[in-house]
Every structure is written in structure tokens, then in C-alpha cells.
């Protein structure tokens, strides 16, 4: 008998879902508010009248599903089934996710990080297809990544392995709600390239953005590209201190995991090589060079499918 599984990505705006017949092909997909300051209990109850919507959509039943997965942006005890924190959501605070929906859907359900299961998407079916050791930044609001080395993810002692947002570029910078500064989340994201964007006007440089917008609070990262690609000067200079110090980064990731291939996903990845260029050219100059031959830097290929696919993937993988 077919076996079908659920994928779904909770992002703080949308819940994402999909089901996947045993061969990864999508038989149908619906989104939905998050409605992140509603409390953990409204959230998944939202979550389960997307899966059975969609079920419905597709003649399925939850009987003919094998199991479940789910992207969950934050900190988990990922065996436990129990997202411990999520920055995005009001009173999210030891959710008991998998037990809840086991319990509703009388089928295996299991978490794990939204990069994650990011990552086993464009690992298996995007663009780090047979590759045993590959990197996925994803670029957005703020920066995430997931790390392949010799065929195996990387999870470490708490599952937080790959935290290369709070990588220290200065050894003190911009504060980071992580405790710390200097992150490079702080610099590399979209939320980052704003603020870089924001300090050089309020120095005094002009930009074409500012007649754009009534305030400051309005500018996006997609209009600092726009005015780059206008040859605007304080676009351009502010996306290339960005994608230099993307730069540094991967030349740490290149030097400390030695990837074949490092994926670039997430809203920014629109950037492409006004952001890549100057990126390429700090790993050219700076990386060790027989890991640096090695390595390519590509943009991810499957988009705001990549954490359905993956978390349904992820959860063929825990049975």
C-alpha cells in the first residue's frame, strides 16, 4: 500500500504544508496565518486544520500517512518531540509538538529545526543533490545554517550545532539577543544589511531610497538592490561590506568544515552576486587554497518548498 507523508514548515508569518506521496512527488500544498501572538495552543491547532484540509484536498486519509515532519524555528529537545523556545511566538515555551499531534493524528510525528529540515530539502532534492559535504546558509531575517560532513547532518551536544550567526566577527559589535555582539547574524541578514544601510545615511550620505520612502523604518533590503542596480553609491557600498563580511564567514565555514558545495538560500539570496561577488573575492584571498579549489558557493534552488520537502524527508528518515 502507498505511503504518504507530511511536511510542514512554521514560519512566524506562515504555516506551510504539504503532502508528499513515498516517492517525494508534492500531491498538494496549502499556507496559512500564523497568528504567532495567539499562544502555542491556537498555533497547532491551526497546523492540524491545514494537514486534514489538505488531506481532504487530496483524498487522503490520516490512516494512509506514514508520519509527519515539521520544521520549528528555535531550540528543541528534537528526541523529546518538545520545542523549548521560539523567538518569533508569545508564551512558546516547552511546546510538547510531537506528543500533541501523535495524540490528534494517531501516526509518528516528529520536529526539528525550520533550517534543518531546510537543509534536508536541498540536500536530497535541490541544489546539494549527492553531495556528502555541504553548508546551507539561509539569509533572512536573521541567518541560519545547517551543516552535511561526509553524509551525516551535524546536530552536536544540544542540537545547536551550526549556530554560524553568532559566529564573533569583532570582538565587540552590535549587540545580539543572544547575549552576546558582534555576531555576524548582526551584520549578514536582512535585518543587518538595514541597519548598515540606515548608519550610513543617518552619517550623512545620500541615496536614491530615501526619496522612496516617508522614514527610514520603510527601506527593504529588496529596494538597497534595487538602487544598486540604479548605480546608486551607498547601495553599493552597503552590499558589498555585507557580502565581504558573508565573506569572512564562509571563510571560517570553508576552513573549519571543508564543504564541497555552500548553498545561500533565504529572502536575500535574491541578492545573487551583488552580495556573492564581493563574497567570493574575501573567500578567494583568505580561505586555505586546497579547501577553497574545492568548495563551490551556489544559490538554493527549491525556495519556500525546501522545508515542506525536507521535513517530510526528515521524517521518512526517524522510521
Not at 547532518?153 to 544540544?158: A, K, P, R, S
Request: charged share 20%; aromatic share 8%.
Amino acid at each position: 500500500m502507498e505511503s504518504y507523508f507530511i511536511g510542514v514548515d512554521l514560519g512566524g508569518t506562515n504555516i506551510k504544508t504539504a503532502v508528499f506521496d513515498s516517492t517525494f512527488e508534492k500531491l498538494g500544498e496549502n499556507r496559512a496565518p500564523t497568528g504567532a501572538a495567539d499562544g502555542w495552543q491556537a498555533v497547532l491547532e491551526r497546523m492540524n486544520i491545514c494537514a486534514k484540509e489538505l488531506l481532504e484536498q487530496c483524498g487522503l486519509t490520516m490512516e494512509q500517512v506514514a508520519a509527519a515532519g515539521m520544521g520549528i524555528p528555535g531550540l528543541m529537545d528534537r528526541k523529546a518531540g518538545i520545542s523549548q523556545f521560539s523567538p518569533n511566538f508569545t508564551g512558546w515555551k516547552d511546546v510538547p509538538v510531537s506528543p500533541w499531534f501523535r495524540e490528534k493524528w494517531g501516526i509518528p510525528v516528529f520536529i526539528d529545526n525550520d533550517v534543518r529540515v531546510n537543509l534536508y530539502g536541498e540536500w536530497k532534492f535541490g541544489a546539494g543533490r549527492g553531495r556528502e559535504n555541504l553548508v546551507l546558509l539561509t539569509l533572512g531575517t536573521g541567518l541560519g545554517s545547517g551543516i552535511v560532513m561526509d553524509g551525516r547532518v551535524l546536530y552536536g551536544t544540544t542540537g545547536s550545532a551550526g549556530e554560524v550567526g553568532h559566529m564573533n566577527m569583532y570582538r565587540e559589535g552590535r549587540p545580539c539577543r543572544c547575549g552576546s555582539s558582534g555576531c555576524l547574524g548582526r551584520y549578514v541578514s536582512a535585518l543587518g544589511m538595514l541597519r548598515t544601510f540606515r548608519e550610513k545615511l543617518d552619517s550623512g550620505k545620500e541615496s536614491v531610497v530615501s526619496q522612496w520612502v516617508k522614514k527610514p523604518e520603510e527601506i527593504t533590503a529588496k529596494m538597497i538592490s534595487e538602487a544598486f542596480d540604479l548605480g546608486d553609491e551607498t547601495a553599493r557600498e552597503t552590499l558589498t561590506e555585507t557580502g565581504e563580511m558573508l565573506g569572512f564567514g564562509l571563510v571560517n565555514l570553508i576552513n573549519l568544515f571543508n564543504p564541497e558545495r555552500i548553498i545561500i538560500g533565504g529572502g536575500m539570496a535574491a541578492a545573487g552576486e551583488r552580495l556573492l561577488a564581493p563574497a567570493r573575492k574575501v573567500v578567494q584571498k583568505h580561505a586555505l587554497e586546497i579547501s577553497r579549489n574545492a568548495c563551490d558557493l551556489v544559490t538554493a534552488q527549491l525556495g519556500n518548498a525546501a522545508g515542506m520537502l525536507g521535513a517530510a524527508y526528515y521524517a521518512f528518515t526517524q522510521i
